[in-house]
């Protein structure tokens, strides 16, 4: 692999305007047509459109530039270098982890590449709650067209490997419907570290694919740069002022303001509303950081005679949403089946367990399995999603509850994935639950899962999608954020990214958010003047 190609390093080699950490010094200010905020799924379809249409673009991002040949596969590296506090961001009770990407690319750059279009009926729940009645499965079609053109978005046609296998051959035998992942890929090798970034350039990202578009095109990106708050007039933005930071998030130099005509905030659900609270943004029906979901996440390991080794293939090319749709959108939490890679800092850090019995499970690695449910949060009162807040020092954290709705959920969802893995063979399950045993049998499982007490830090759930606080809707009693992507208070700011859904989603974010960033971009070009190009 190390005598690939690195479109990145060759990109810098041809002269990519990159400011920041170990890269050119940022300049005192800049100015600019428009400055997005964050490097994501939304700030990096944003980023492409917007230069195609020739104007003058600067991307901040707040995590490092990093590129192929510097993945290694190691979890130690992604965790430091790629995520959000390390991979060590919780809710403000510290009961579930949070895993959100922090650097070029954001989270496309180390998420495992699934790619679903915004379920129907979440759809439909927009328009009638949030009066989103034009952002229904036609009328967003064409869009998500577009980009699964760009990304190379298609079925997953290479067999699973065996940590999926489990999850299609147990529901195959129950009659439980499976389906294919579609997956953002191009020549993908199946060597399973999507979560710690792509070493061959196959996961079509951010990364190497829009933002190198937009450099080439002569966009400027800031790099280790945090946006630390817009400063405000009246209606309008008048600047944005950056700080450069280390890997450790702590300043390194004085900061540096860039004015532009418009504002895209892109930066993620949990830091988009933050920074829009740190500037002190209008906020009069007090929405701004309120309904941010998560998903949360329940998981149940199975041990086979066989070998599973979950850390090898794709990570995820297996999925059943069967459990989304066995009752209203508001009744019962309902469910999404996947399974998790099992790379040993990952499933030994979430798995539970300590000093003999953990270093047993760490034997047993190459014989686990690990499936997971994902909630749908956000369609009834109980799970309202949580609120972002700011810390004394202005960074940001996630006050988010684990109802006893949801723990309701999380107990039904551990009974699926136990019957689903003895359906496939497992000699053994167990909820991924403090108070869990493994469990010899179906039975057995039913009889220990009925007995454990559903409480916070007891079940361990956590998420790696984050969604809200930016709420989109038709009107500012309902909503942050016009139909249209534009704040509603502000004239020159606009948010793309998913921090602007109305509820969760049931399904893997990032297609949603490229969808929604393409249409957005398309009419703030035509506001600012310009032609919209189509997507390369």
């Given at each position: 692999m190390s005598s690939l190609p690195d479109s990145i390093l060759g990109g810098l080699q041809r002269g990519w305007k990159v400011h920041?950490?170990?890269?050119?010094?940022?300049?005192?200010?800049?100015?600019?047509?428009?400055?997005?905020?964050?490097?994501?799924?939304?700030?990096?379809?944003?980023?492409?459109?917007?230069?195609?249409?020739?104007?003058?673009?600067?991307?901040?991002?707040?995590?490092?530039?990093?590129?192929?040949?510097?993945?290694?596969?190691?979890?130690?590296?992604?965790?430091?270098?790629?995520?959000?506090?390390?991979?060590?961001?919780?809710?403000?009770?510290?009961?579930?982890?949070?895993?959100?990407?922090?650097?070029?690319g954001g989270s496309t750059t180390v998420n495992w590449t699934g790619s679903f279009r915004t379920p129907p009926d979440a759809l439909a729940y927009w328009g009638d709650k949030f009066g989103l009645t034009d952002f229904n499965e036609a009328a967003m079609a064409p869009w998500f067209e577009q980009v699964e053109r760009r990304l190379n978005i298609s079925d997953w046609l290479t067999e699973p490997n065996e940590n999926n296998g489990v999850l299609k051959r147990g529901a195959d035998k129950l009659g439980i419907p499976t389906k294919v992942v579609r997956r953002n890929v191009k020549g993908c090798w199946n060597l399973g570290s999507c979560g710690m970034g792509c070493p061959t350039n196959a996961k079509q990202s951010m990364l190497v694919s829009t933002l190198p578009a937009a450099l080439d095109l002569g966009a400027t990106m800031l790099v280790q740069s945090r946006a630390a708050k817009f400063e405000l007039r009246g209606e309008r933005a008048t600047a944005l002022v950056v700080e450069p930071v280390a890997l450790d998030g702590a300043v390194t130099g004085a900061p540096l303001r860039i004015t532009a005509k418009h504002y895209v905030v892109a930066g993620g659900a949990i830091n988009s509303p933050a920074l829009l609270l740190r500037s002190g943004a209008p906020d009069p029906h007090s929405l701004l950081g309120k309904r941010t979901f998560l998903h949360p996440t329940a998981g149940v390991v199975a041990l086979f005679e066989h070998e599973v080794a979950g850390w090898a293939g794709a990570p995820l090319s297996v999925f059943s949403d069967h459990f989304l749709h066995t009752g209203p959108v508001d009744g019962p939490v309902g469910y999404k089946l996947e399974v998790a890679p099992v790379h040993p800092a990952f499933a030994l850090t979430n798995g539970g367990g300590i000093g003999a019995e953990l270093a047993q499970r760490a034997r047993d690695l190459p014989r686990t399995q690990l499936m997971i449910a994902l909630l749908r949060d956000g369609f009834h009162a109980d799970a309202a999603g949580g609120a972002v807040k700011l810390r004394s020092d202005g960074s940001p954290q996630l006050d988010y509850a684990l109802t006893d709705y949801l723990l309701d959920g999380v107990r039904r969802s551990y009974l699926t994935m136990a019957e689903i893995q003895f359906a496939a063979g497992a000699k053994a399950v167990r909820p991924v639950h403090e108070q869990a045993a493994d469990y010899a049998s179906l039975a057995e499982a039913k009889a220990g899962i009925a007995g454990l007490a559903m409480k916070p830090f007891l079940a361990t759930v956590g998420s790696a999608h984050v969604m809200g606080g930016c709420t989109l809707a038709a009107d500012a009693a309902r909503g942050v954020v016009r139909p249209d992507g534009q704040h509603w208070q502000l004239a020159n700011l606009s948010v793309h990214d998913g921090s602007l859904f109305p509820t969760s989603l049931g399904a893997n974010p990032q297609l949603t958010v490229y969808g929604l960033a393409a249409r957005l971009t398309s009419g703030l070009i035509q506001r600012l003047g310009g032609k919209a190009q189509p997507l390369a």
């Open positions: 920041g950490g170990p890269h050119a010094a940022l300049p005192a200010s800049l100015d600019c047509d428009v400055a997005i905020i964050g490097s994501g799924a939304g700030a990096g379809i944003t980023a492409e459109m917007l230069a195609r249409a020739g104007l003058k673009i600067v991307i901040v991002e707040e995590g490092p530039l990093r590129s192929s040949s510097q993945f290694k596969q190691r979890e130690l590296d992604a965790y430091r270098d790629l995520y959000q506090e390390c991979g060590g961001r919780k809710t403000v009770d510290q009961a579930m982890n949070i895993l959100q990407g922090r650097c070029v």
